[in-house]
C-alpha cells in the first residue's frame, strides 16, 4: 500500500513538474540583433502617423506596412508558406473624431499561421505601426517612434520568425495595427473582424512598449516587466454581475485567467524575469489596443515595460533644460526587448500546444466540508487539474491532476474559503487557459 502511494506521489509530482524541451529552445532562438536591425528598420521611415505618407516607399506609415507586409511574407517563403498574410483596413473619417486630421484609411497588417488542430483558435500577438509627435495632429513632423511602438512591432515579426518553425495545434496571428495613437482604431478593426469571421480567440497579447528598462524616476531594471488585465468582461450579462455577490469571481474573468497564465508560464520557464499583474486594463486613465478586442468580450491584456521615461513619450525630438525628448533609437534597450518577446512567443506556443479550456465547468458544495467539480470534456485533452487559491491571492497556488474525467470531489475542502478552477490538460502535458466556474449546481 505505501509502495502505490509514493508511485501516485510522483505521478503526480511529474505532471505538477513536466516541461517542454521545445519551450526552451525557442527562448534561445529569439535575437536580440534581429530585433535591433528591425527597429532600426522602423524609426528610418521618418514618420509612421496614420495619417501620414502612404506613396512614398522610403516614408511615412505606407512604407512602413509595405516592409513590415514583405517580412512577413519572407518569414512563410522560409516556412514553406505557413503563414497567409493580408490587410486589414477600415476606413475612418474626420467627423466625430477629435484626433483624425482628414479621412484615410486605417490599415493593418495580418499573418497568420494556422494550427494542425483547431485552426479556428486563435491567439494573437499585436504590436503598432503608428507613431506620433507631439501633437497627435501632426502627421508631417518626424516621429521615430522606436520605444512606442516600433519596439512591440519588431518584436511581433522576431516571434512569427522563430514561432514559425514549429506546428501548433491551434492558429497564431501576427498583427502590426495601426491608428492606437488617434483612438485604438486598428485594434477595432480587427476585434470586428474576428468577430464578423467567427474567430475563437484564446487571448490578445497586446505590446506596447516593451524595450525601455530605465524610467523617469531614475529606476533601471532589465527583468520586470507589467502584465494589464480587466477583471471581468466589459460585456458581462447583469445576472453575470449580480451572481458574483454571492460567487464571487470579482477578479475571475477571461482576461484575467489570461495574465494569470502568462505568469505561471513565465515563471517556469523564465524564472529570472518579474512579472507583474497589474489589476487594471491599463495604465491609470489611459489605452492599449487590447481593449478593442475586450469591449467584445474577447479575453486580451497588455505587455509592457515596468518603468516608463515619459520624456521619451508622444514627444517632438528636442533638447530643454538639458533633457532630450524623444521616442529615439539610442534610448531601447535590445536585450530586454528580447526577453519580453520571448516571453509573448512561449506563452503563445504553450496556448497553441494546449487543449480547449474546459466549458461548462460547475461547482457546488454549500454548506459542505468539501469542493464539488463538473465540466465538459474537450477534445484533445487527456485529463483535468482542479486549481484552487485563497480568495486573496493573485496566482493559482495549488492544484490537483484528476485524471481524464468530468466530474470529481474535493473532499476536506471549505469551498467558502478558496476560489477554484479548471484546466485541460493535453497528452505533451501542456495545460488550457483555467476555466473559472460559471454556473452552481446542488444536486450531484
Given amino acids: 500500500m505505501k509502495k502505490i502511494v509514493l508511485i501516485l506521489i510522483f505521478l503526480s509530482t511529474t505532471i505538477n513538474a513536466q516541461t517542454d524541451s521545445k519551450i ?71 467627423k466625430g473624431n477629435r484626433r483624425v486630421p482628414h479621412d484615410a484609411w486605417v490599415v493593418n497588417v495580418v499573418a497568420i499561421q494556422k494550427g494542425t488542430k483547431f485552426p479556428n483558435r486563435y ?61 485604438l482604431f486598428g485594434g477595432a478593426g480587427l476585434a470586428k473582424y474576428a468577430k464578423e469571421k467567427q474567430w475563437d480567440i484564446i487571448g490578445v497579447l497586446n505590446n506596447d512598449m516593451i524595450g525601455n528598462i530605465k524610467g523617469v524616476d531614475g529606476i533601471i531594471d532589465n527583468r520586470s516587466f507589467r502584465i494589464f488585465s480587466e477583471p471581468v468582461p466589459a460585456n458581462e450579462t447583469e445576472r453575470q454581475r449580480r451572481a458574483r455577490r454571492f460567487y464571487g469571481g470579482e477578479v475571475d474573468g477571461i482576461s484575467r485567467q489570461l495574465a494569470r497564465y502568462i505568469y505561471k508560464t ?51 525630438i528636442r533638447t530643454e533644460n538639458g533633457i532630450k525628448y524623444g521616442d529615439t533609437f539610442e534610448h531601447v534597450n535590445f536585450e530586454y526587448a528580447k526577453k519580453l518577446t520571448a516571453v509573448n512567443a512561449i506563452t503563445m506556443a504553450s496556448l497553441a500546444l494546449s487543449p480547449p479550456s474546459p466549458k461548462n465547468v460547475g461547482i457546488g458544495g454549500i454548506v459542505e466540508a468539501s469542493v464539488k467539480l463538473q465540466w465538459d470534456k474537450v477534445e484533445g485533452a487527456k485529463g483535468y487539474k482542479i486549481y484552487w487559491r485563497d480568495t486573496t491571492s493573485p496566482t493559482w497556488d495549488h492544484s490537483r491532476y484528476v485524471g481524464n474525467v468530468n466530474r470529481f470531489l474535493l473532499e476536506g475542502i471549505v469551498i467558502d474559503n478558496f476560489l477554484f478552477g479548471i484546466v485541460a490538460v493535453g497528452k505533451n502535458g501542456h495545460e488550457s487557459i483555467v476555466s473559472f466556474p460559471s454556473k452552481i449546481f446542488r444536486k450531484w
Fill in 24 to 94: 526552451y529552445d525557442i527562448i534561445n532562438n529569439v535575437s536580440a540583433n534581429r530585433i535591433k536591425k528591425d527597429i532600426k528598420t522602423l524609426t528610418e521611415f521618418g514618420t509612421r502617423n496614420t495619417f501620414s505618407d502612404t506613396i512614398s516607399n522610403t516614408r511615412g506609415i505606407g512604407a512602413a506596412r509595405r516592409w513590415i507586409k514583405a517580412q512577413f511574407e519572407t518569414i512563410s517563403k522560409n516556412c514553406n508558406n505557413c503563414l497567409t498574410t493580408f490587410y486589414q483596413k477600415d476606413f475612418v473619417t474626420k
Fill in 123 to 183: 491567439i494573437i500577438m499585436s504590436g503598432d505601426i503608428d507613431s506620433r509627435a507631439s501633437n497627435t495632429m501632426d502627421f508631417t513632423t518626424d516621429a521615430p517612434g522606436a520605444n512606442d511602438n516600433a519596439s512591440g512591432m519588431a518584436g511581433t515579426i522576431e516571434a512569427a520568425r522563430v514561432l514559425s518553425n514549429y506546428q501548433f495545434e491551434s492558429s497564431i496571428v501576427y498583427v502590426g495595427l495601426s491608428g492606437e495613437e488617434q483612438g
Fill in 266 to 316: 513565465t515563471k517556469t520557464y523564465m524564472p529570472e524575469m518579474n512579472p507583474m499583474m497589474i489589476y487594471r486594463l491599463d495604465r491609470f486613465g489611459r489605452g492599449g489596443h487590447h481593449r478593442p478586442f475586450n469591449d467584445l468580450g474577447f479575453a486580451g491584456i497588455r505587455i509592457m515595460e515596468a518603468h516608463e521615461n515619459y520624456t521619451q513619450q508622444h514627444q517632438d
